[in-house]
Structure formats: structure tokens, C-alpha cells
């Protein structure tokens, strides 16, 4: 039997290894290295909660992680990378009901412990499994959205916050009854038993309430709040078994969540609160503010080869359309063939385009495409009015001009790549349908924009066969 | 008192956490997520102890399945998450020299 020091000190190698890890992974050239060290980290303290075995008989225990490692294993490899943000927000969701389980069985062992209770492990275990119970099911709904097993427009109804804020209350009033009615003997109409019951069911339906009305085109800011609350869930699961290195980590990835969520929000111009209230998208209140004039001149892949072979200086802005069209692959190619043909090539990376941070980044690396030519926005618009052409491939909302010109656009103020201020712009668009937020895009109808209509790939393909011919 | 520690911890790790996260680039968000969905997979080790400490002490079954559940979802989120994202970082890759 292994004595509980030094169980202890692998949790704190365990934790020094996170924090190494995390910090390599903020740095591309030696991001791969950092997860292998947080792996690592994870591993020496999963070996350490396994010291604690004191019966040879753990099978039940083995099942649980071979289970866990085999399902694992097989979705990572089966993804396919434009389904990442699926897959993303599945594993939040499972390491979500993990500490509402966990948060559920301590819950068991105190009901059958003699022992005084103190209250501090009780509040932590209502944060445990509220949070855990509220990620799952959000998780599960963003999962659906992103998946499109449900459509990716806001659900909503009347009276929608009045009924969520009775959610909230009950499930606040749960927490107390559990924690109140645990210590002390039964005063109030629920037994613990019943309180704990009532917020498991009260907070899964708050998770589905809250998600199903952010549109998917929010889900970046989403997924990475999640994120942030199966870190907290995890956080609070530690203070119920006094355990340091699930306080640690689980602060680690709840800071690191909500960071992300604010470079979001900020990227948007919408503070979370919007984001997570107001429906956005669900065209309810399309204000009609300016009518967009102009026409749209439409351009055929032949001319629009023309321009491209004379251009030297070609930027793309890629979009979720891209990752629907599957076109990472072609744009490479077509960005191989202009670079060989003299021209630069550069990539305009919004930071929501897509549908989780930093979306449209993976899928170009996937295809090859070099990191330091994926540029941020603030980068490339001061040096857009330099560029030739610049490729919009399924891009819409976040290259929308009306959110720098025209006051009553509902995302008026979101920054956005300023593609029309090069010389041209091709609109790579399957129809003229308007983009997620259901906003017109007078983009479309400048002087300089040129629209190729079709899927991407296809007309992406296209052009890249007239370069080789 | 215990406690007060833990909560200690608690406020130095998220401070830690905001140090290291803030200058992250855009490219590396979504690794950078799901590497850190996967430590969130921490819960695993609450699992496994409370497992454990079920099945030492003879603790009801409706512990021990709660448990064993608790330990599957979060391994899946451990192994996923890390698999996952060494996928997605394998690919990201400098610009080679002009040759």
C-alpha cells in the first residue's frame, strides 16, 4: 500500500504538468508537445487515484475506463475534421454528467455516512451537479445544432425568460433544501432525496431551455462558455472529495473557457448576455432600416479565372459555407497555382467565422495550408486596399459592410474584414439567400463585387482546372 | 479550515489559468479548446475515487453504478479530447522554405 503522501505528490506532478502543458499549447510550434504533456499529466493522476485501490477486485473500475478509452479512441479517428465542433462540444457534454454523477453517488455516501456533515462539500455538490447536469444537456442541444439533427435557428416562444428564471429559481430553491435539510433533520416539505431528484431534472432542462435559443452561428461563443462550466463543474466535484488536482485543473480550464468566450463576444461586438439572450438570427426583428440598391452582377468561373491569373495579390475569406462545401482542399490547390503564377496569397481569418473558435484555422490546416499564412483580422485590414482579389468562400455575415455603414443593421459595430475595399471581390455563394443573422449583405451589390454562384468546391475546382490547362 | 485552503487554490489557479490562456493566437483556439475540454476530463479522478471508495466499503450498488458511469463518460472525454486534438495540431504546420 502506497502511503497517502506520496498518492498526493503525484497529484501535484499531475498539476505541474497541466500548467506546462497548457502554457506549450499557447504557442504553435510547440502546441503538439503541450497536450502530449497535459496527457501525460492526466495519466499520472489517474494512476494515482488507482493507488488508492486497496481490494485487488477493481473490475467494475476497469470496465468503466476500457468503456470510456474504446468510445474515446474511435470517435477521435472517425471524425472528420469538419465535424470537429460536433465532436467538441459531445465530449464537453460527457465530461459534464461525469461530475454530475460524481456530485450524485457522493450524495448517496453522505446520506449513508454517520458522520457530521459541514456544509461546504453539500454547496459544493449542488454547484456539481447543477453545472454538470446544465453543461450535459446544453452541450447536447449545441451538438444537435451543430450536427444539424435540429435546425440551427433560435427556438423561441413567448415568455420564454420568465419561464427560465422560474428554472433558475427552482433549482436554486433545490440546492438550498438539499443542503438545509441534509445538515439539520427535515424541516421543509422535500427530503434530500427528492431535492437532489428535482435539481437534476430542473438544471438538465435549464441546459436545453438556455441553448435552444442561441442561434448556430453563436455556437462559438457557446461551446467555449461550456467548455468553461464542465471546467467549474469539475472544479466543484474536487472541493466534495477535498481533491487539489480537480481544483486546479478544473480552475485552469474555467479560466481558460471564459477567456475565450469574451474574445468572442468581443469579435462580435455583443456582450454575452446578448448572445445568450436575445435570440440573435432568429429574424424576428429584421429592422428595415436601409433598402440595399444596386444590382448584382453575377460572373462566370472563365472570366473570373481571368482576373485571378492577372491578379498579384489574393486574399481569402473563408467561411462556415466552406466547411459545408468541403472546399479546403480546392482552395489550397488554387492558392498552390496563384503563388506559383507570382501572386501572394494570403488567408483573412474573422475570429467567428465558423462554428467554434478558431474553426476556419484547422480546416485550412488540415489542408496544408501554413500557419503564418492564416492571417488575423486587425492584420490584414489596414493592407486590404493592396489586395488584387479578395475570395469570399462562404463567408457572409462577417464580411457584411453594413456593420461598419449603416446604423440600423442589428450587427452594426461587429468588426468584419473589409473586403470591399479591394479591387474586387468575388462572392463565392450557393444562392442569394441571406447569411445566418438573416441580414442583407450590400456587399453583394457594390461596384466591384463580382458573385459566382454555385457550390464552392465545384466552382473552386473550376478554376483551378483552367490554371492547369 | 480545510476549506479555506481549498478555496485558496481555488483563486491562485484561476488567476493562473487567465495568465496563461490570454495571448493565445486565433489559430490555436480550437486546439486550445478541446485541449483544455480534455483536462475538464479531471473528473475522472473524482470518479475513480469515489468508485473506490465504494467498493471498499461495501457502499450501496446505486454508488458504485453511478460511479463506474461517471468513470466511462469522463475517460471518453479524457481519451477523446487528447486524441483529438493531437489530430487537429499534427496538421498545423509552418510554410516550408521556397525551394
Given amino acids: 500500500m502506497i502511503s497517502l503522501n506520496s498518492i498526493n505528490l503525484l497529484y501535484v506532478l499531475a498539476s505541474i504538468l497541466f500548467i506546462l502543458g497548457l502554457k506549450k499549447l499557447s504557442r504553435p510550434d510547440s502546441a503538439r508537445k503541450g497536450n502530449l504533456i497535459s496527457a501525460i499529466g492526466m495519466l499520472v493522476a489517474i494512476v494515482a487515484a488507482l493507488l488508492t485501490l486497496e481490494i485487488l477486485e477493481p473490475k467494475w473500475i476497469l470496465v468503466g475506463l476500457g468503456l470510456g478509452a474504446v468510445v474515446g479512441v474511435i470517435a477521435a479517428f472517425k471524425v472528420k475534421m469538419t465535424s470537429m465542433p460536433e465532436l467538441v462540444a459531445l465530449f464537453n457534454g460527457f465530461g459534464g454528467i461525469a461530475s454530475l454523477l460524481v456530485g450524485w453517488a457522493e450524495f448517496i455516501g453522505f446520506r449513508e455516512s454517520v458522520e457530521t456533515l459541514s456544509v461546504v462539500p453539500l454547496v459544493a455538490l449542488v454547484c456539481a451537479v447543477l453545472i454538470g447536469a446544465v453543461t450535459f444537456t446544453g452541450s447536447l442541444v449545441a451538438w444537435c445544432k451543430l450536427a444539424g439533427i435540429v435546425g440551427g435557428k433560435p427556438f423561441l416562444f413567448p415568455g420564454q425568460k420568465f419561464v427560465n428564471s422560474l428554472l433558475l429559481l427552482g433549482m436554486v430553491v433545490a440546492g438550498y433544501l438539499i443542503v438545509t435539510n441534509t445538515v439539520s433533520s427535515s424541516i421543509l416539505y422535500l427530503n434530500p432525496d427528492q431535492a437532489l431528484y428535482l435539481l437534476i431534472g430542473l438544471s438538465l432542462l435549464f441546459g436545453v431551455m438556455v441553448v435552444v435559443s442561441i442561434g448556430g452561428a453563436d455556437m462559438p461563443v457557446v461551446i467555449s462558455l461550456l467548455n468553461s462550466y464542465s471546467g467549474i463543474a469539475a472544479c466543484a466535484a474536487g472541493f466534495i472529495i477535498t481533491n487539489n488536482v480537480l481544483i486546479v485543473s478544473g480552475a485552469l480550464v474555467g479560466a481558460s473557457g471564459i477567456i475565450l468566450t469574451s474574445i468572442m463576444c468581443k469579435a462580435m461586438n455583443r456582450s454575452l448576455s446578448n448572445v445568450l439572450f436575445s435570440g440573435f438570427g432568429s429574424g424576428s426583428k429584421s429592422s428595415k432600416s436601409s433598402q440595399v440598391e444596386g444590382e448584382i452582377k453575377a460572373i462566370s468561373a472563365d472570366d473570373a479565372f481571368l482576373i485571378l491569373e492577372a491578379a498579384r495579390n489574393v486574399i481569402f475569406v473563408p467561411g462556415y459555407g466552406m466547411a459545408v462545401a468541403q472546399a479546403q482542399h480546392a482552395v489550397k490547390e488554387l492558392s498552390d497555382l496563384l503563388e506559383k503564377n507570382g501572386a501572394e496569397v494570403n488567408f483573412a481569418i474573422h475570429p467567428v467565422a465558423g462554428r467554434m473558435p478558431g474553426h476556419m484555422n484547422v480546416l485550412l490546416a488540415e489542408a496544408n495550408v501554413p500557419y503564418d499564412q492564416l492571417r488575423e483580422m486587425d492584420d490584414i485590414n489596414p493592407v486590404i486596399e493592396n489586395a488584387d482579389v479578395a475570395v469570399v468562400i462562404g463567408a457572409n455575415d462577417v464580411v457584411n459592410p453594413a456593420a461598419i455603414e449603416d446604423k440600423g443593421s442589428p450587427i452594426y459595430g461587429m468588426p468584419v474584414i473589409n473586403v470591399n475595399k479591394a479591387r474586387t471581390c468575388f462572392v463565392l455563394k450557393r444562392s442569394m439567400n441571406a447569411g445566418f443573422a438573416g441580414i442583407d449583405n450590400p456587399l453583394f451589390f457594390k461596384d466591384n463585387t463580382r458573385m459566382l454562384f454555385g457550390d464552392a468546391k465545384e466552382t473552386i475546382s473550376c478554376l483551378v482546372s483552367e490554371f492547369k490547362s | ?99
Avoid at chain 2, 47 to 57: D, F, H, K, P, V
Avoid at chain 2, 79 to 93: I, P, Q, S
Fill in chain 2, 1 to 99: 479550515m480545510e476549506a479555506i485552503l481549498l478555496v485558496f487554490i481555488l483563486v491562485l489557479s484561476i488567476f493562473l489559468g487567465f495568465e496563461l490562456i490570454s495571448k493565445v493566437p486565433a489559430t490555436l483556439h480550437t486546439p486550445l479548446m478541446s485541449g483544455s475540454n480534455a483536462i475538464s476530463g479531471i473528473t475522472v479522478v473524482g470518479a475513480l475515487l469515489t468508485t473506490i471508495a465504494a467498493t471498499n466499503s461495501n457502499d450501496s450498488e446505486m454508488k458504485i453504478i453511478l460511479g463506474v458511469l461517471a468513470v466511462a463518460f469522463a475517460t471518453t472525454n479524457v481519451v477523446g479530447g487528447y486524441l483529438v486534438t493531437d489530430r487537429m495540431l499534427r496538421m498545423f504546420k509552418k510554410k516550408e522554405p521556397k525551394k
